[in-house]
């Protein structure tokens, strides 16, 4: 798991089965966790009738034979989220904040060798069952609307926020929820409800 899932800190409750490579049940709690790029505070992830190719455990592999089912619950503080904004040579000193609907930025970005003030407003959206991408509704750069094929082209820059494609597990993620104070993709149906498989960390409750 540490090969996909990089974060500071792995915890794992397993309850194996009868018979070699079978698992009723692995649980996974990630803390400050580097998901592909995205930077989360916590994760949890499960598997339930789990079969894992033995051999492969013991090369260090992770190769699923088989699942009867999976679920994963993240939750990326707007601290995070603003550290993975300014990843790279793009905007720098980005300040973000939300009013529970819509993410709302401000950084800067060099323009022909001098910095430029921008802003922006956009919200988290589900692509497919397993990506989540973040779409621009206003741009502005030193307070000017930028055109739509600028924005596309900064959408390219950071998208997907989240990709599980170099993952050999996959979770399905059925619903997103942005709150004042963090962002939250989950595979239940309502992110910020309770949640079952969750454990082993700080309480995955969301202030709504």
Known sequence: FAAFIKAKELRFDVVP??????????????????????????????LTGASLDPEALRRGELRVLEMRDSAMHVRASLRSLEAYFQQGDGVKEVRLWSDGDYLFGQGVVPLVGIPARVSFKGSFA?????????????????????????????????????????????FKIRALRMTRESFVVSSQA??????????????????R
């Open 17 to 46: 089965d009868i018979y070699p490579g079978g698992y009723a049940r692995i649980s996974v709690y990630a803390r400050a966790a580097d998901l592909g790029g995205l930077l989360v505070d916590e994760a949890w992830f499960r």
């Open 126 to 170: 589900v692509g497919g069952t397993k990506e989540v991408y973040f779409h621009i509704s206003d741009l502005r750069l030193n307070g000017l609307p930028v055109l739509s094929p600028l924005v596309r082209r900064f959408e390219q820059d950071i998208n997907p926020v989240f990709s599980q494609s170099l993952w050999p597990i996959t």
């Open 190 to 207: 309502d992110p910020v409800a309770p949640c079952p498989f969750c454990s082993g960390g700080e309480s995955p409750g969301v202030a």
